[in-house]
């Protein structure tokens, strides 16, 4: 069954630090692949997506991604976290079939 | 740029009631998509409608009927709600692109079940 897993529920990184957030993806072939933010009480917003072409692609408030076909993989980094940057982060992935698939997010507190 | 709109921004049912959520975009997405959002868990899909007249059941429709009233809207009822269900229900909508576009997402009803 296709599924994207984020094996890190909570993680937190002390401001200034880097940052890597885990994602997994499970499926027959290469999906389309993001990753969305939610800030407290609000709805997700989208960080960044790959479709094709360069494995690291970059998004808003200077995170990026990349994307690792032999891995499965698609992690996100921030080289510098902002106390803003706290808030839960979540991988999604869907084969073009209008099904979306997420991940169960994962928790990022930024500490000073 | 555009907004999704969700009412009620909480909602309060007692056990075996039937409640309605709304969700209204103004970016003239064709798609959109109801998510319901557990704590600790990811987006599970209850139901999408690619356009305006059609409608789909994702993984978790049981329990819940939908209706496109028009392309800027689309509804959702939970049809019998279950005793201490709490749960946060997030409408979406994008482009009708085959499934891989970017979905812009609403700030979600908060659902508790007395």
């Known amino acids: 069954a296709q599924s994207v897993t984020q094996p890190d529920a909570r993680v937190t990184v002390s401001e200034g630090a880097s940052l890597q957030l885990r994602c997994k993806y499970s499926y027959s072939g290469t999906p389309y692949l993001f990753w969305y933010v939610q800030y407290q009480r609000q709805g997700l917003q989208l960080l960044l997506k790959?479709?094709?072409?360069?494995?690291v692609v970059q998004g808003v408030n200077g995170f990026e991604a990349e994307f690792s076909k032999s891995d499965s993989s698609f992690h996100l980094r921030k080289a510098s976290v902002h106390w803003s940057d706290s808030a839960v982060y979540f991988c999604?992935?869907?084969?073009?079939?209008?099904?979306?698939?997420f991940g169960a997010g994962t928790r990022l507190k930024v500490i000073a | 740029g555009g907004i999704i709109t969700q009412t009620p921004k909480f909602l309060i049912g007692q056990e075996g009631q039937k409640l309605t959520l709304k969700c209204q975009q103004n970016f003239n997405h064709d798609t959109m998509y109801w998510y319901r959002q557990d704590s600790g868990k990811g987006l599970r899909l209850i139901y999408y409608s690619i356009t305006e007249n059609d409608l789909q059941k994702g993984d978790l429709s049981e329990g819940y009927d939908a209706s496109r009233e028009k392309k800027s809207s689309f509804s959702l009822t939970v049809t019998s709600a279950q005793k201490n269900e709490m749960a946060v229900f997030l409408c979406?909508?994008?482009?009708?692109?085959?499934?891989?576009?970017?979905?812009?997402f609403g700030p979600g009803t908060r659902l508790t079940v007395l």
């Open positions: 979406a909508s994008s482009i009708i692109t085959g499934g891989y576009a970017e979905q812009f």
């Open positions: 790959y479709y094709s072409g360069d494995p």
């Open positions: 999604a992935a869907s084969m073009g079939n209008y099904k979306y698939v």
